[in-house]
């Protein structure tokens, strides 16, 4: 997502509505519940995005800005502690009011002094900034509001449906093959052109030691053979945590599983669906991804071995856009690296910590990476519920270990 | 609420609708979050008490009568375990669809059915015996759903106003005295004229020491002696279970009290109010019942006490009709017993055990009350929030020690 | 256990003694751990109850007593908080220091300033009295001495023995069969002759409804009837408490029970043994033994129903004196009551709350037994791990529901 | 710790006498207890080392062994899944027997059998290579027995002195100051020479950026300055995780620390002393080392650095043989780098992952380190409680990052 000055106000626009369009399904009902801890309500997503333009831009860049509703810098601040007090995470679930429409109401006012604000300050390069960190925490949320739904619809036994599937289309994995990379120093991390989070930077050398990645994701059908081998029945394949939160969680298959008559299903944002044998595996935590490596012998790469293999590669895949948010089986079956963007984010076996010489943003927004920098792990590669224009070779993402409501799958990678 | 046969339709149209009623200045927001186990959504109240005629009324006396949705069999049935599996109490909050829309539906759908049955079966005793039990039951849940907006609304930094209150009026306390009951066999329990539920029969005999019952309850102002006191600080009026309780959750003064620039407040379903003094004191826990009674040297008379004192005066009051969901300060100031009904429900020193000779009912609807006979005390006397038509002398209402979300005050008693 | 002036000192020396010879066989380890919350270590009871005698007689009637170390009057206060802070209850367990051979140094300590002291004041009555309790609570402590024992063992897979087993005698249960009870008033609770906890007075008016108790207790042999029939997993027969109680804790059996084989066991204090069928069922919860009630038609005794059946017997039976810590089969078979008195303490459904009437001790020893009294039951009869002096007719047990590691039993009644 | 043929069984008599001697102050009670999950008893620790040879050795090499005791392959495994079941980790502190007398019997059997094969097989490589294992493994323990041993006394308010302390001698820190190494690639990790654990290899090369590394680690007196200036309450130096950890617990201080009248006092394996503000901190978790180095505006450093600055280093410094078991102040004061080895384990920012081309042991010894390469920090250097023999440069050593009674500290690094 590239801004120029002349289009700021248009991308504002564009990302911001998107946002609405992209919940306009959901009956009022859905946009209020909260699932478990590490899910948000919908409505909450559509007033902290707003509430993150009101409070890193309009109460800087507007005198005496007067806020929309002083208990809203509360109630939807998420984690931005030096920034003040904030409403416990695990009770957003229970905020009935502000209403959807009075949530609605608040984002039509923060786009109007918005809209006001960047036609006054065209070509502010400060203000485009922020702005542009604004929308890119915008799509994060995209992404967030749909993983998040399907968490919380998972919990209702009448599996609802958020967007009726139009035409799914079913294709053939091609046989697992590995592309080889000679031994070196590489450059890693974001050189600095275009939009970047912090943490992707500054690019700087890494030693590579000689590797082969897989040309492909792991499938759904490679899956249930590990299941079948008996994969979650057995100590030898697990990480030690991993082991624990198995037999603690009773795990026995990925997230959103369901064996209905013999035959696997997935719950979906279509409603529960037949397994794709040949889709990619998703919603499987890092504790899944590694367990599955060691049982077939291989292991994660790391993630400086993921980019290295991709960043060559053109982002293009399954991704939001189209509307259909689950990986499919659609390859392109050319022999080149397949769903290296897209489907599926893959998990790297590299703990999320700081490159070397890297230097979080100043202030507040300082928050919004490094403090995670503990107990995570880096994903990489982009899903099919991922703005497409939010991707790139160096995009970190990273989760806890044991999380599985992301759509996670993995990629295979081996010593030379 | 007597019911006679050519009534019984007109009856149910009633109180169903005055349940709908109730809640008709709810937001559809409103309608769906639960913010503790122990209490439900008001759209799953709507659902359930629709439920219930369904299961017990509808399945039974319509031949191939086929459900709304099956799946509500499993969704709304609340504890009946003989009838079949039900949905985790603690999630009913997650539960979005069906939409509150569709839950009116299933209202009206199921109101329709019971209708026609009614008409066609005038004069079933069997059928109108449970559709009497069926319209306590509203009844019931027509408090809690009141009981429940509240505290779901708590826990909203907002203060979110259920109702705007009307006119409050105020007034002062008669100061406390003590009416004196001689020793001997008493009579308790209801007689079996009109409706009663099952654990209030039969009436039997039972032996009462010589006892005096307070003319009031204790209200605001007296409580606040007790806290400023150090009452909460004190384990020596405290019952270890209580003290241990007080302990955990940090308790110092009783539920929905806020103080706000040293002033005592209580949250209400009117929003924030200042603290009338005069008013019985409510929201306390058993506990803090008993501890406020061994602090001023009395106890909390038993349930036969209570009902022998109170068993001869009207069942009149400030019951939920008069839409003030608040206790209040009018007293009749003529020397009589006062507040016996209305207010607040009056905790008692009784644990909630089967009277002798007690006989649950048959099949399912014995589960209603018999299996919560254990960890559980006896209230009595009807609360501001309580239909006054459910109210008699031989009512028992029942709660955990520890809950107070219920309007729970106390009057005291001592030996003579 | 009846105190005269002149034999206060013999018997103060003997209970005492008595306590130290119980534990004889145990290794110095077994004196330290604490398998659960609600147990103790021995080395912990053999301090408590020595700081009980230092607390509440010494310091009290020696001028400038000097404890013999004021640690220990925060180490081995048990639950008293109206004389000081106390060490937490869960972590007894962790204390290594002072040891064992210590702890007894600070018991002959104490009992030779006892000795002193109750040489220099023979008759004192306030003193005597005091001693008295003291010795009622040594006893209790043997008693939870032999409870926690086998508590802890059962832990270890080795299935300690802490006594060999000497003659293990087998009877035959008689036939179950009821004894009646006419309706009226009856006189319940201790008369004030010998001595009696604060609890068990005064003795008052109680109107009792016609009813039958058994002559016996429930058998290890009809309890796997209930069992083996589907008791534990058909929620109708259970309170809703003790479902939920089951469910979570997953109980299939009495405590200490183990299938070996296909053959029932049970974790004694000699060790695994195989079940004596026509031996009282012992270790279960009041749920279970509830749940029995009623599965079989019947229900539990009140305890004044207890106490008006039992009275007018001899306080014989299976007591600790026999040191076979296991309820056994032998009965007397000639149609009288059998083992009222010794074996199992039976449950009651009686809710335990004051008499009419009654009022605790003055100061810190009115928190001996009226702070207990919310969400317990009452038991009755001394079990075989109870010294027979210590039991009476109106003796007053108690414990929570779900509680099973003392040995308790029950016997079942029913209206007429 | 080098053995080679001759010395064998010389080195295996030292190791595990050692052992012994370690605890001799020990009384029997001391032995016993498990004050939290990740801490085991001492008679655990003997045993479980002793059940390494066994399971590892006498059972493979010796023909029909007979184990010493079966059960005690269960009750003394620690986490070996691939050799079997075993006894839950947090229930080790209610295991009574085998008692303390009982285990050193084990420990001289299984010694006796050791002798005698070692005698038999005089140069056999695979036997050799797995008693180095052995007593390595049994040099890991010695430290834990001394972690434990503190941990399990801290909770007895009596604070017991294991080992009076000898002669302590204070000295004063040297100023802090930085040493400075190029950018470029180098060599990290094990090359093969002497033993070394299957993670600290293979050698390889890894791209270090320019840094510069403190010359001592951070004193005790610099970290009040950090709680001071209210290190413990301000968000922003912490990581998130961090800062959960630290409000759940109300961390306001290291482990072990204790203000008594205003002076800070630290609990040690000594009992109760003032604080050495010259002495390196020590019992901090990584978040709170790491919340120090973002206050000061350094950072930690990598493992990778840590070991290219220390490598070159003699192995010398404060460690477990000289008996007295805290960090101390004595520094060289020469101006080179202080305290590299012993004092404190230093906590690194690398997380536990393995190395390039990292192979794990085969067979159930592959579980001793792999397993655990997931949420856990490397630190370096050993500490006063390790054997000097045990360490080297490569040695990683690793906790989770909330972990603190490990003797951790930690020290400075920054980019160039």
Redesign the interface.
């Known amino acids: 997502m590239e801004t120029t000055h002349q289009s700021v106000l248009s991308l504002y626009t564009k990302t911001r509505t998107f946002t609405e369009k992209l919940v306009e399904t959901l009956?009022?009902?859905?946009?209020?519940?909260q699932?478990a801890k590490h899910v948000s309500p919908t409505?909450w997503h559509l007033a902290h995005t707003t509430w993150f333009f009101e409070k890193f831009i309009l109460e800087v860049y507007i005198p005496d800005y007067r806020h929309y509703n002083e208990?809203f810098l509360?109630?939807f601040n998420s984690?931005y502690?030096?920034v003040g007090e904030f409403?416990p995470q695990k009770?957003r679930?229970?905020?009935?009011?502000?209403?959807?429409e009075e949530t609605m109401d608040y984002r039509r006012h923060v786009d109007q002094e918005m809209s006001r604000l960047l036609a006054e300050r065209v070509g502010d390069a400060d203000i485009d900034g922020l702005v542009e960190i604004g929308l890119q925490h915008e799509q994060q949320h995209q992404e967030l509001i749909l993983m998040d739904i399907k968490y919380?619809?998972s919990?209702?036994?009448?599996y609802?449906v958020f967007k009726e599937q139009v035409d799914a289309s079913y294709g053939r994995a091609p046989e697992l093959s590995f592309f080889e990379f000679k031994e070196g120093?590489a450059d890693i991390g974001h050189n600095g052109e275009g939009f970047a989070f912090d943490h992707e930077g500054p690019r700087?050398?890494?030693?590579l030691?000689p590797y082969r990645i897989a040309n492909r994701p792991v499938t759904n059908g490679e899956f249930i053979q590990f299941m079948e081998s008996g994969g979650y029945e057995q100590?030898?394949h697990?990480?030690?945590?991993?082991?624990r939160t198995v037999k603690e969680n009773q795990w026995k298959h990925p997230q959103y599983w369901v064996n209905k008559d013999g035959e696997w299903h997935m719950f979906t944002l279509s409603g529960l669906q037949k397994i794709d044998l040949d889709a990619p595996v998703s919603h499987v935590s890092?504790?899944e991804a590694?367990a599955y490596a060691r049982w077939s012998g291989l292991r994660l790469p790391t993630e400086q071995e993921w980019e290295h293999a991709m960043e060559k590669l053109e982002v293009d895949g399954h991704f939001m856009e189209h509307e259909q948010y689950q990986p499919h089986s659609i390859y392109k079956g050319d022999g080149t690296m397949e769903k290296a963007y897209g489907d599926v984010w893959e998990w790297t076996?590299?703990?999320y910590?700081p490159y070397?010489?890297n230097k979080p943003l100043d202030g507040a927004l300082g928050?919004y990476n490094a403090?995670?920098?503990?107990?995570q792990l880096v994903l990489r590669g982009g899903a099919c519920v991922t703005p497409q224009s939010h991707i790139r070779a160096t995009y970190r993402n990273f989760f806890h270990?044991q999380m599985r409501w992301q759509f996670s799958g993995f990629r295979l990678a081996e010593?030379v």
């Open positions: 009956k009022t009902e859905d946009f209020v519940v699932a409505k208990a509360f109630l984690y502690e030096t409403h009770r679930g229970l905020i009935t009011r502000p209403t959807v919380n619809f919990y209702n036994p009448l609802p120093i700087h050398k890494t030693y030691h100590p030898e697990w990480l030690s945590d991993g082991w890092f504790y590694d076996q590299s703990p910590v070397p010489g928050e403090k995670f920098m503990a107990n270990p010593d």
